[in-house]
């Protein structure tokens, strides 16, 4: 009888250390999280706000940046590609091949103006920004980035795409075009001419290899290289 109260004993001992564990364990994870969304999380979202930019500006705007990244290479616009064809029986597919070539080329060099407002952006965050990114989706981080830098980056991007674009001789064949068809409701607006098409779609190849960079934190803090990085995403896994 002894023998089996001392085993119920030890069985209660060790249920209730076990108990206190798990309790200790979650008040530990707990704490963490509530201390990130204070102090932490401003310097763990910091550093991989600045990590994301950097390298998606880093990979972009260089040459071939956009031009050899099928995930951002700008096309024609979808008039002037369904009308390739017969362009090229008419003997100007070269021209169409350097104007795709151009607009890329444009995009690479404007790219890299995005980085001090970027830059600007990751210093500007506040707490309740802070606080959104680590309640938002797996693009949080893009988004605000889009909500910080989109508007600014377009003035920014457009003159230096208008420059580069104005160089290879095709744009005022492009906007006249294209102008036209605008006029007939054939294209958007931001495609009537060339340097508010590749501005916008510089933009989006922006986003998306942010985007990217984000994912791949969030999939791998670790792999980062960053503790302030790895103790905010970690706890967001």
């Given at each position: ?179 036209q068809a605008q006029k007939l409701g054939a294209v958007s607006e931001q495609e009537a001419t060339v340097e508010g098409y590749v501005t916008q779609k510089a933009l989006d190849g922006l986003y998306l290899m942010i985007a990217e960079e984000e994912k791949a934190i969030r999939q791998d803090p670790l792999g980062a290289g960053s503790k302030a990085i790895s103790k905010v995403f970690s706890l967001l896994k």
């Open positions: 009888m002894n023998l089996f109260s001392n085993a119920n004993s030890k069985k209660s001992v060790k249920a209730v250390f076990t108990t206190s564990l798990l309790v200790a364990s979650f008040s530990v994870s707990a704490l963490s999280f509530s201390d990130l969304s204070n102090q932490d999380a401003s310097t763990g979202l910091k550093a991989a706000l600045d990590k994301g930019s950097v390298a998606a500006v880093a990979k972009l705007g260089v040459e071939n940046g956009f031009l050899n990244n099928d995930k951002v290479k700008i096309q024609l616009p979808g008039l002037l590609e369904q009308v390739r064809p017969i362009l090229k029986m008419t003997g100007k597919g070269q021209q169409l091949d350097e104007l795709v070539v151009s607009m890329n080329r444009a995009a690479e060099a404007a790219v890299p103006m995005a980085k001090p407002l970027l830059v600007n952006a990751v210093k500007s965050m506040t707490l309740t920004d802070a606080k959104n990114i680590l309640t938002g989706g797996e693009t949080s981080v893009t988004d605000f980035f889009k909500q910080k830098t989109a508007s600014p980056l377009m003035q920014q991007f457009r003159p230096i795409v208008k420059g580069v674009t104005d160089k290879a001789g095709l744009s005022a064949k492009y906007n006249s075009v294209m102008g």
